[in-house]
Structures are given as C-alpha cells and as structure tokens.
C-alpha cells in the first residue's frame, strides 16, 4: 500500500483563488517533501519539511506537517495558469533508507 | 543551474529486447536514484547508489539491474522487457544521504 495518499485526487479552480491538496501516510518519517510535475516531464522539487517543523513558506506556497494526524498540506495562494500540473507529496521514512514514497498525486487545473 | 540528465528521453523496444537507461548527475551529487512511473501513478522507487555502491533497494525486478560507475553516472539496465514495463523511468541525484532529492526529466520507455 502506498505510504502516502493525497487529496484531492483532481482540483479545478480559477486563477487567482487558493489551491489545498493534502497528503497522508502511514509510518513515522524524517521529512516530507512536495513536488510539482508537469505532464510527462520530470518531477520539481517545491519544498522539504521536516518532521520537528510544524510550518514553512516558500513564495506562494505553504505547507504545514502534523506528525499527530500523519497528514500535510499544500496551499498555492493566488493561483496562476502555470501552475495547472500534478502535485505529489513524498516521505523519507524513519529508518527505511534515503528513498522516497510518493502519495497519489492531485492534479491541479487553473483556469484563466 | 546544470540539473540532471537522463538518456534516451524516449526509447521504443519490444517485448524480450534489452535496454540500458543513462543518467548523469548534478555535478557533486554522489547519490543516484531510479524511480519507476507508471502510467497515471505515482513513481516508484527501484533502487539508489551511495558513492558507487547500492544503498537502498525497492521493488526492481530481478530483470533490471543497474550500478553506478566512477564518474558518479548511472545506468539501469533492463532484459526481457515486458508490456507492463512500459513507463517513465526518473532518475535522481542527492549529495550523500541529505534531500531533497533532484529529478531528471526522465526516460520514456514504450514496449511494443
């Protein structure tokens, strides 16, 4: 079973609203990471959040980690066009190697 | 920013041939990951090398192998394809065992 599971699986909003996916998974963990990838293209790196932090921000976007709930979202405020990609959260878990684990993705459409 | 390189971009093969997937790292990375991607799935992790040697193993089948050579490059290997192996395959770099982890573009593998 995956070790991390996002929703929502599809988000379609209008450009310059807020966009929130979340992230779940199962074990304990280091750090949490979310990663943007366009249609078949290579997976960016967004942000790392490690397990000891409870927030952090990068530009537009905001993760938070509740190691309580096993849970993290994504917030892209004031959403653009080019944001429209598939969003993956992935886990480096405690004690299992330096590999990640990837949720299911959510695939985020702005409009213009 | 020199990023990761991975080659072919695309690779056309049919069933039982053989294929060999490249990829470079980000200069000064000596970490090496491979991940699998399905269609519509999330990636997979095959397997990782640490400074040459194989560090972490996932669910790579026993007819894929892959080792990481002097110059950091690595390259997966790939007999008997099948159908099912059909996908994008990405390749990551990392120094030591730190993140984030940084993708390639990744290698589209059609079995025919």
């Known amino acids: 079973s995956q070790q991390g599971e996002e929703d929502p699986q599809a988000l379609s909003i209008q450009e310059g609203e807020n966009a929130t996916m979340n992230c779940s998974y199962k074990?304990?963990?280091?750090?949490l990471q979310w990663y943007r990838q366009n249609s078949g293209r290579g997976l960016v790196h967004l942000i790392l959040?490690?397990?000891?932090?409870r927030e952090k921000h990068s530009g537009r976007l905001r993760v938070t980690l509740d190691t309580s709930k096993k849970s993290s979202s994504l917030l892209i405020t004031a959403s653009r066009a080019a944001d429209t990609a598939s969003y993956f959260c992935?886990?480096?878990?405690?004690?299992?190697?330096?590999?990640?684990?990837f949720g299911g993705g959510t695939r985020l459409m702005v409009k213009p | 920013a020199a990023g990761v390189i991975q080659s072919p971009r695309h690779l056309i093969k049919e069933k039982r041939e053989t294929a060999t997937l490249k990829c470079y790292p980000i200069?000064?990375?000596?970490?090496v990951y491979w991940y699998q991607q399905g269609p519509g799935q999330d990636p997979q992790f095959l397997i990782s090398?640490?400074?040459?040697?194989?560090?972490d193993k996932g669910s790579i089948p026993d007819r894929f192998s892959a080792q990481q050579f002097s110059d950091y490059h690595s390259e997966l290997n790939m007999s008997s394809l099948e159908l099912g192996d059909s996908a994008l395959y990405f390749c990551?770099?990392?120094?030591?065992?730190?993140?984030?982890?940084?993708f390639g573009d990744g290698t589209r593998l059609s079995i025919l």
């Open positions: 990551a770099s990392g120094m030591g065992r730190t993140q984030p982890q940084h």
């Open positions: 074990t304990s963990i280091n750090n």
């Open positions: 959040i490690r397990s000891n932090e």
């Open positions: 992935a886990t480096d878990a405690d004690n299992a190697g330096n590999m990640l684990t």
């Open positions: 200069p000064r990375h000596d970490t």
């Open positions: 090398f640490y400074e040459k040697m194989q560090s």
